[in-house]
């Protein structure tokens, strides 16, 4: 690929919009242990149409299916659903 990165971004939380004729993604990364996420959490958003959005998703589980043939599966933490206790 001959393309210039211009930044890279690290991130732990993404926040997904949904609309009519575009889906909004924003990514940041959360350094307070707060369940809220902030302005100041996200650092870039990206906005697209459902239709990109679809291959999108098809293309990034195509290669997490590719990363786990060569790495093995990748394990998830228990969601904060599953952490919660029935009062």
Request: aromatic share 10%; proline share 5%.
């Amino acid at each position: 690929m001959d393309y210039e990165i211009k930044r890279s971004y690290y991130a732990n939380l993404a926040q997904i919009e949904l609309g009519f004729y575009d889906i909004r993604i924003s990514f940041g990364e959360k350094k307070k242990r707060i369940p809220e996420i902030t302005d100041e959490d996200i650092d870039v958003k990206i906005i697209m149409s459902p239709q990109h959005a679809k291959e999108f998703a098809n293309l990034l589980m195509r290669n997490i299916k590719h990363y786990e043939e060569i790495f093995g599966e990748i394990k998830l933490p228990p969601s904060e659903d599953q952490n919660r206790k029935e009062i």
